[in-house]
T-cell receptor, first 110, second 113 residues
């Protein structure tokens, strides 16, 4: 069983569309990170959210941490082909280890 | 900057063979990690080392052993490879405990026939 579930698992959209990726758990995390991974490479950190209800923006990407610190979302506005990749959430659990979500594979079609 | 370096990048083994995956970081990080990545399952922690001289089991340690050789190097050993261990293996490091992010290598793609 996964501590963090992501949805959707796969997403294929046209350039210019908006999308939201969800990361859900029944457990509380002290912080949550979002990573992006390209084929043949390791994950690269996008953002860390710490406080319940926190919203962070990174250009066209908006990240939100749930009020109860059990869930998070990533919203991309006007998606571009360069956004294509695997998006992973990772929560810092009470045992001080990171648990990764199941991943969302995004394809943006020009 | 090298960051986290993993060797080899690709490997094919036969069932029952053994091998060691190497990982080295040049960022003076205290903590190092080994993950495996399988389709639809994200990354799962195999073993980690919070500091030089210590190692602990993660979510999926069975069939693996690790060695924290020094502060820079953390190796993962498969003593008797099984087809279920076919996966992409990632090494990561971070400065220490808390919210600081992990830095990942580019992975080792391992196939066991």
């Amino acid at each position: 069983t996964q501590l963090l579930e992501q949805s959707p698992q796969f997403l294929s959209i046209q350039e210019g569309e908006n999308l939201t990726v969800y990361c859900n758990s029944s457990s509380v995390f002290s912080s949550l990170q979002w990573y992006r991974q390209e084929p043949g490479e390791g994950p690269v950190l996008l953002v860390t959210v710490v406080t319940g209800g926190e919203v962070k923006k990174l250009k066209r990407l908006t990240f939100q941490f749930g009020d109860a610190r059990k869930d998070s979302s990533l919203h991309i506005t006007a998606a571009q082909p360069g956004d294509t990749g695997l998006y992973l959430c990772a929560g810092l659990y009470v045992n001080n280890q990171f648990y990764f979500g199941t991943g969302t594979s995004l394809t943006v079609i020009p | 900057n090298a960051g986290v370096t993993q060797t080899p990048k690709f490997q094919v083994l036969k069932t029952g063979q053994s091998m060691t995956l190497q990982c080295a970081q040049d960022m003076n990080h205290n903590s190092m990690y080994w993950y495996r990545q399988d389709p639809g399952m994200g990354l799962r922690l195999i073993y980690y080392s919070a500091s030089e001289g210590t190692t602990d089991k993660g979510e999926v340690p069975n069939g693996y052993n690790v060695s924290r050789l020094n502060k820079r190097e953390f190796s993962l050993r498969l003593e008797s490879a099984a087809p279920s261990q076919t996966s992409v293996y990632f090494c990561a490091s971070r400065p220490g405990a808390g919210r600081k992010p992990q830095h990942f290598g580019d992975g080792t793609r391992l196939s066991i026939l």
